[in-house]
Structure formats: structure tokens, C-alpha cells
């Protein structure tokens, strides 16, 4: 095992030192971590999943089932990374994982000899008594045992970003097909982006001694670059995997715009995912090579045979001293070849075949390997492997290799074909599933395709570009493909050695055994969809890229039938594992989603004003001052202030939808319960609509401002969907009606003044000749004026408080100066700042229903609003609000509450039953929705939805509430706790 | 990289200033003074409206996401039967595109409901593509194109209105703080200043 002299794609003038477990190793630029450590001699690199046993490098790619390890420190520590597709950097750090105490003695290991128990489904069959164990004990035992490597607890300190791309033609993978596809649409005149997962093009090309035009491979991958990158209408993303095929040509893919370096440069994300939607996609993804499961063939050293030949071409790494080869096929006597050719001992080549072209056997002769057809791998030695035993015609010989090729042959990557539910199809001349139905708009080249041959490859990429590119209305002359030679592709299916001795390994990486396979059968799985989730066979991170067709042969041969009548499971995505904080892109933390300050944010901050989030809105809760010693004190002041003098609120954030046309009254009276055409110019109406389904979906006022000009207010929360309905309404279900709506929720901004010297402070603000006496601007009127000196106004004459109030409209950019103007104008009122605290203790107080009311489960008559629906006309939810349920007398309606016991706090949330009744289901009777304390009346109140409520005013009733610990009782009242006749607020 | 916007509030717009890799890719300028109006064409009145607009400002209402512009006044398609008419200090927009319009359209004073932010720079178009789902290559969309569309899941309209390139985003006043750290994160690694 070294590094070879001369010779792959690595640069030896460029030495990189890392560390494995805490050993100091180098490699070079152009490495992957797992090249380094076979270059250094480091066979020994994880502990399976299951049973700990040592495991190695099995791939080269993103196929690894087992070389999983911890990358990095701290907290960009990132486990189950694989070795084989991590790019060495200067300094890089990794640790083996799911170890204890070391890679080299694992005492888990034990495990091994519980395998027994631990086999196909155990967790179905065993640790089943005592139920209550399983949770308690079993399971966290288990999830310790098994598992993979250890997430960082410390905040990612790295950024991921997102980022959209469009093209005419999407090729995925940049191999021969790859290329050749995007060179020939490119030219042609296309928008091309070619992606592909690893960090240097080329494919195959880099891995395989193989010519194109009769020079080395690399030259044409270096000159199809350097085109490529000379055209403005190509984009290249290398480091980039395609990860998912989604709807309307959308494709998602994940750049490692920094994985390959110890933190990523300054400004830059660590990944970026794309969404890229292509007209045209071609998917030249290749194909994958596939293991031949016979007894010990997880055993460090045992590797695919393309593997070692990436590891020998490209990285110029001997994985073994002496090596053998174990296949079914041409392409493996090929790399064995390479493999001699760079200096390697190549033993033997095992081929379960009885006769091979004899050009093949000819080559190995003069390579001086020994070959031994119709032979067959059963067992291996070691704990990193020292040899292996042959069964061949003769009986049963031993060979002394620590490095095993092997091979089973191909399968094409045909994962993204599968993304909209095409199911692969099984091709007997190549033993392979090819790709069946595909996602729209694309189409497979080269070895994805099934089409294994390096001359194929070229000229599939190229036919592929050519019509994806004509398709689209671009058209090039494509011109010859490349020469190259096909080389040999012959296969004989073979899956599973019969005389295994040892476990023989299906899924590396869930530590699924043929055994269990045959387990499975046995009790009666047949379906490959069962058999995965039976077995766990295909899943985890390597989503059984080197095991799910042997699994499925295996099945078939045990049920008798043919591959293609077992079928196959199918991909979903993603592709390759794909990190969460890369869907998260620039939304973490407080960026995580929009926040909307009112246009009164800067004033309430710089009054001390305390913020909650209401949905997107950042809003004052409340304005502690020095010496208050809880928000409920603070809360209590602000409403005391208000109810005895006056006090000020933002309520900007309500929705706010101008209405225009001849059609609005009658637009109205179809959504609201209530008549609105009636309604008069430069009045407001308070109003109730309904779901389609009878249920509440909002409430609020409208103001008729002209003739054919209305403005509506909607909650805070419903502002959106209020609007999405009117618009459903006028384009769906009327579209005669002459309606034009408009949001103009953040034109304005809209200052509340309440309390009984709410009119003297209003005075103060509005320009002179402005009239706001009762008889100009009643309760429930709605003027336009002028504000502060010319500034344009609406004012309403409405009040959610209860008290004398006007809520005040200007531009949202004079929000704040509305704000100061009327903090001036109070200032001998001892005006009082109050948030949305204090608003909901006087709404309460004033039984007005809130979010917590109109919570989708209720209808009008819950809310007492019944007698508001109007009879005469006919309007959205009408017909359902008068289904049987919502007309049952014992359905909870609106009622208030206050304590037996004066003292007593009531809870949100809390559950009434009749005193004396048992504490369940059966006797519930409604729960409490909204609970204040009340500073006029001295004690906490509520409001709650109790059946038959508004007929039991006067009783008591249980309030439980069992995970606070509250069992006390009330007695049920009106809502309206404060001014019920509403004297106030039509001072 | 939160980091680079950690000093502040999310409740304002990033202030003026440089962020980000020391180039200058990307240019955004808080453009103020621009009075805004939503117009919505009456019922089956679109071929009135468009001869009133043709007469009062000498440019029919364009059809789709387009922007014309005419008597210093832009007008930009936001939806069927919808547009967004933009001008510099105009006074009294609403007025004058009321008494143009008569009733054959709605129209309400948006001016204070919109920021505007102008982006522009070698790399405007890379640090837009993270934000904006639709394609700004100058094959698909050009000078004087529209759209009304979603930028970090915030609402946006932007138009073209030089290829220099120079877009322009109009965002909802009370998400323009959110807004102005995403497009702020998003251009930093080509260097960003805001001005203005």
C-alpha cells in the first residue's frame, strides 16, 4: 500500500497535512480523504452500524456504504461524512465514528455475537416484554449501540444560501455523456448548466486508462472544459450534486461551495442549493458498480474493483500489496490491468465464469496474473483482510491478499428517472434496471442509460444534446462524436455466493446480512418494497447504492422468480444526503421569517416599550416604567390610565382593503352575516363573516367613505386570507360584480386614542375648521381630514377598548409623527402609551371576541353574534351555519366568568364541568378562551365557550385544569364585564 | 455570516454603508421621493380605461408584466386588470390618475405603502437569483420587463429599467427591513454598498 511515484491526478507539488484519529498524515491537492488514508496505509476507517465491525473503503464515490467518518471540530463537527467523496484540505480533521473506546477495539463488537437476535426485524420480535420497557430502556440501549457518528451541539458558524438558476438544458454529470451533451446543446445555441457532484469533470475518464481521439482521455475532458467555460450561455457547476427532480422541470441541487476547505472564505456559504428550472434535462449520471455478497466481504480490504482502479488512476494510491480480483465481468479484468500496470500485485483474477474472450485472458498472462475461472470467493481472513478462500473446480485454495477487487457488475444511476414515480425496468442483456417512465423533459445518456461502452457514452451525449437542443428550437450542425474504443462489457449475472461461510453482507451500511434476507423470506415478505422496510435494506445515507439490485436478485432467486418479475424499489429524493441548514439558506435565527415593524416601531422603542411577535408583526406589548415590578402591574396602570383618562396604541397592523365600485354593497352583503349595503356614507359597521363551512373567519369593521368607496379593516392574523377570499369571491363565485379591491394595509398607518379625554386630545391633532364633536363624528363615523398641519387623515369613530375612542389613519410614513403629535396633545391628560396587553384585558373586560374566540371552530351564534346574521339575504356559510351541530343547544357558547373565590386567577385554556362531576371526557363542558385581570373590577375574568352558557348565567361551574394544577370555581356571567350598555364609548 | 448584520435591528432598513467581500458587485439605492398608485380596471372597462390613459398621459396601460412610461409617470403591470403607476414627486398622484381615469378604474394612493430599492452592479443579476425565482438573464428579461413575484418569501415588484443592468424592487414598507438583510446577505460576497 503507497503512493505511487508518478503518474494520476494529484498534485505532488501541493502536500496537505491532516489528521485521522488523531494521527498526523499527509496527503496532496487533488485527494479525497479517503485516498489519503489509503495512500498512508490506513485501511482500518469505521465500525458498522449494527454489529461494530470493522470496516474500510468500499467505493470511491458517493456509493460508500461504509467509510463514514467525523469531519472537522467543534462545532462544525459533521458526522457520517463520507471519506471517499470529501475533498483533503490542509488541516483537515477527522475521527472515525460509532466507536468505543477506539477504531482499533471496539468493545461494542459484542454486538457480533448477538447477531442471532439482531437480524432482520428484530426490533418487530424481540424486546417486545415488557411493554413499558421498550421506551424506558430498550430503545435508548439500542439507539447508544447503534448509530452513526455524533451531530455538533454548537450552532452552525457557517452560512448556506439559496439561489434560483434557469437554463434550456440541465445536463447532470459531467462523464463522456455529460460533456459531450453539453458541448453539443451549448454550441447549438442553448443555456446550459452541467452539473456534477464531484470536484473535477471527466467521470470515468479520470479513473480509466482509456483514449478519445486517440490521446489520453484527459485531454478531451480538458479541451470540452476549456470550450465550455469560453461560453457565455454555459454554466459549470462542479462540487454539485443534483439531488431531486421536482415539478415543471424544477431540479434541486446542492453546491459544496466550501466544503472543501477548512472554513469557507470570507462572504461565501458553505452550500448553496439551487433550484434550477430546465426546459430540458439530460441525465448523465453513469452507472454504479455493484458488489458480489459472499461470506466476509466486508472485511477492510475488500473493495470495487472500479474503486481500486480510481484509487490507482486517479490518485495514484495502491490500496493493497497483493490484490485479487473477484467478478462476473470484462470491465474488471480491465482495471485488474490498470492496476498491474501501475505497479500493483495482481495476484488473481476470480471470475465465477467458466470462459472469458480470450484477448482478456491473454493480457492477464502477459500481466503475469494467475486466473481462476468458475471460481467463487466463500470466506475471507482477518480483521483487515490477509486472505481469502477460493472454491474453485479442484476445492477450496487460499490465497494470501490483503486486497480483494470485486465486482457484480453495473447498475445505471438511474435514481432521478424515479423522482416522479417512473419505475426502472430490468434489462437482461446488460443484468441491470434502465430507466423507465422519466420525468418530463428528460431524457438519459451514456451509462445511465445502460449504454456502458466510452464510444457509446460520446456518442448517446451527443445525440442526447443534439435533440435536447432541436427540441427547443436550436440548431447546430453536431458533427462526429469523438473516436474512442467500447472496450468490453461482457457480464454474466451473478449475485451471491451459495457456499458462503460467514456472514455475507448485502447492505453494508445497515449491516443487512443475505441471511436476513432469507429471514425475510421466510416469514413471508415477497414484495422488494417490504423486504426494505423489513430488513432496512437500501436506506440510510447511502440509500443502498451498491446493494439494492443484489438484494432484489437474492429475493427473486429465493422466490423463484426473475428479476424483472420481483421488480425494484424506487429512488426518491435526495440523491445524497442533503444538510437541513441548506434548505434553510439565509432564514435561521431571527431571519428565519420576515419581521414587520409598525410604522410606529421607532417611537415605542425609544418610549421603552417591551415587543412581542404577532405573527410577522413585532408589536408593544407593553411600556414597563422604573419600579413596576411585573407586566401585570405595568398592565394594569396602562389600563387604569385609559379607562380613567386616555391612553394610545399602534393598530397599524389590522388589514386594511379599499373596496371600489358600484358593487360593493352588494359584494358585502353576500360575505358579511350583516347588511352593509344599507350601510351610509361616513358611517362604520362592525361585521361577522363566514367560511364556506358556517365557521367564523374573521370580524372587523368597514367604513362607507363614498358612494362607491368603502374600506374594510380585518384582524391582525386574517389580513391575507380576508383578502385572498374577497378576491376568490369576485373571480370565482361573481365575477359580474363591478368590485376593485386594493390593500392598502401598509399605505397606512393607524394610531387608536381611547379613554374619556380621547376627544380633547384629538382636537389637539386635527387641523383647525376639522370638526370630531359628537355631532359631526358620532360613534360609528368615519370623517376625512387633516392632520398635523396638512397631513391627510382618516379618523373613525370606533372603539375595541370600550371608552370614548377614534382610531386615526395617516401615510405610513407619518405614523411616528402622528404618534409624537398625539403624545404632545395628551401630555396634559396624562396620556398613556398602552400595547397589546392592555388592548386585550379591555376587550375582555368588554366581552369583544379575539383570535382566541374566532379560532376556526366557531360559529356566529357561539360567539353571541347569532342575532347579527340577517334573515333576508343569502351569504357565504349561511346555508352550513344551519347545520344540525351548530343549532345543538348544548354546543358551547360565548359567556364570561369570574372567580367564586375573588382571589383566585383564572387560566386560558382550563375546562369546565358541572360541580361535582368526575374529571372526563364525558362531562366536559367547554373551555375558558380568554382570561384577564380585570383592574376595574379588582379580580381576574374570562371569557369561555360553555354549552348552553348564555341560560346558566348566574351558576357555577368547575374550571379544571390539571396541567397548571388549577381546580377551582366560577360563576358564569354576561361578557361584558365593564360598561355593558356601552355608555362609554358613545361619550 | 449572520454576523455581518448582527449589530442590527431587524426592525430597519440596513443602513448606508459598505458589507460584505470588498468589491463593489453590488450597488443598492434606497431611491426615495417616488409616489406610488395602485390602479384596478373597472368592470369590463379596460378599452375605456386604456383611451383615458392614451389621452391624459399618452401611453395605453401595458399589457402582462411590462413597464411603460410616458409624461413622467411609469406605469407597471401587476396583474390582469391591475398596474402600479410610479412617479417622482407628483403631489398628488391618486388625484390626477382619478380624475384621468374617471370610473373606469379604481384607484388608491400607495405611496407610503412601498420602499423602493434599486439594485445595480456587475453582479446585481447573481445576488438577485437568491432571491428572486423567476430568470434575469438578459435573454429572458429586459428593459422595461415586470414582474410581480416573491424575494425571500417577501412580496416583491421589480422592474427593469436599464440594462445596465439597474432593477428596481418595490417591497411593502414594513418588509423592506427583512428584505434589505436578505438582499444585503445575498450580495456580500460580491461586495454591496447601500447609498442613499
Partial sequence: MSRLDQGGLIDRSRPLAFSFDGRALSGFAGDTLASALLAQGETLVGRSFKYHRPRGIFAAGSDEPNALVELRTGARREPNTRATVTELYDGLVAHSQNRWPSLGFDLLAVNGLLAPILGAGFYYKTFMWPAAAWEKLYEPIIRRAAGLGTAAALPDPDHYEKAHGFCDVLVVGAGPAGLMAALTAARAGARVIVADEDFRPGGRLNAERSEIDGAPARMFVDATMAELSSLSNVRILLRTTVFGVYDTGTYGLIERVGDHLAEPAPHRPRQRMWKIVARRAILAAGAAERPIVFGGNDRPGVMLAQAFRTYVNRYAAVPADRTAFFANNDASWRAAFDAAAAGAQVQAIVDVRSAVASALADEARRWGIRIILGGQVVATEGKRLSGIEVATATGIETLAVDGLAISGGFSPNVHLTCHHGGRPVWDEAIAAFVPGAVPPGLTVAGAAAGRYGLAACLADGMAKGTEAARDLGFEGSAGAAPRADDGDTAVEPFWYVAASRGPAFVDQQNDVTAKDVKIAHGEGFRSVEHLKRYTTLGMATDQGKTSNVTGMAIMASLTGRSIAQTGTTIFRPPYTPVAIGALAGHHRGKDFRPTRPTPTHAWAEAAGAVFIETGPWLRAQYFPRPGERDWLETVTREVTAV????????????????????????????????????????????????????????????????????????????????????????????????????????????????????????????????????????????????????????????????????????????????????????????????????????????????????????????????????????????????????????????????????????????????????????????????????????????????????????????????????????????????????????? | MPDLLGHIAQTRIVPAGRYGANDQGVTVTLVEGVCFASIATAWNRTEGLNARCAAAFGTALPTGPKRVAASGLAFIGMGPGRWLAAGFTIGDLEGRLRDAFQVDAAVCDQSDAYVLFAVSGENARAALAKLIPIDLDPSAFRPDDAATTSAATIGVTLWQESPAPVFHLAVGRSFAPSFSRALVMSAAEFGCAIVG
Fill in chain 1, 643 to 987: 379607562r380613567s383618562g386616555v391612553g394610545m396604541i399602534d393598530v397599524s397592523t389590522f388589514g386594511k382593503i379599499d373596496l371600489q365600485g358600484p358593487d360593493v354593497g352588494a359584494l358585502l352583503d353576500r360575505v358579511y352575516i350583516n347588511n352593509f349595503s344599507s350601510l351610509a356614507v361616513g358611517k362604520v359597521r362592525y361585521g361577522a363573516m363566514l367560511r364556506e363551512d358556517g365557521i367564523v373567519m374573521d370580524d372587523g369593521t368597514t367604513a362607507r367613505l363614498g358612494e362607491r368607496r368603502y374600506l374594510m379593516t380585518t384582524t391582525t392574523a386574517n389580513a391575507a386570507k380576508v383578502y385572498q377570499h374577497l378576491e376568490f369571491c369576485l373571480q370565482v363565485l361573481w365575477p359580474d360584480l363591478d368590485v376593485q379591491l386594493a390593500s392598502v394595509s401598509e399605505q397606512w398607518a393607524q394610531i387608536a386614542i381611547a379613554g374619556p379625554r380621547a376627544r380633547e386630545v384629538l382636537r389637539k391633532v386635527v387641523d383647525a375648521g376639522v370638526d370630531v364633536e359628537n355631532a359631526t363624528l358620532p360613534y360609528m363615523g368615519v370623517i376625512e381630514a387633516t392632520v398635523m398641519g396638512g397631513v391627510r387623515a382618516r379618523i373613525f369613530r370606533v372603539s375595541f377598548s370600550g371608552e370614548l375612542g377614534y382610531e386615526v389613519a395617516v401615510p405610513a410614513r407619518q405614523g411616528e409623527a402622528l404618534a409624537r403629535a398625539v403624545m404632545a396633545a395628551g401630555q396634559d391628560f396624562a396620556i398613556t402609551p398602552y400595547g397589546i396587553e392592555a388592548l386585550g384585558v379591555m376587550r375582555i373586560e368588554k366581552g369583544h371576541v379575539s383570535g382566541a374566540e374566532l379560532n376556526g371552530q366557531t360559529a356566529a351564534a357561539d360567539l353571541g353574534l347569532g342575532r347579527m346574521a340577517s334573515t333576508k339575504k343569502d351569504y357565504v356559510g349561511r346555508t352550513m351555519a344551519g347545520r344540525p351541530a351548530f343549532r345543538d343547544p348544548d354546543r358551547p357558547t360565548l359567556v364570561g366568568f369570574k372567580p367564586v373565590d375573588g382571589t383566585a386567577r383564572l387560566r386560558a385554556g382550563a375546562h369546565f364541568l358541572g360541580i361535582g362531576q368526575p374529571a372526563d371526557l364525558a362531562h366536559d363542558e367547554g373551555y375558558m378562551t380568554s382570561v384577564a385581570f380585570s383592574p376595574a373590577l379588582g379580580h381576574w375574568i374570562g371569557l369561555g365557550l360553555l354549552a348552553r352558557g348564555p341560560a346558566r348565567i348566574g351558576e357555577r361551574v368547575r374550571v379544571y385544569d390539571p396541567i397548571r394544577g388549577g381546580d377551582i370555581e366560577v360563576e358564569i356571567c354576561a361578557p361584558a364585564f365593564v360598561d355593558p350598555e356601552g355608555v362609554r364609548l358613545r361619550a
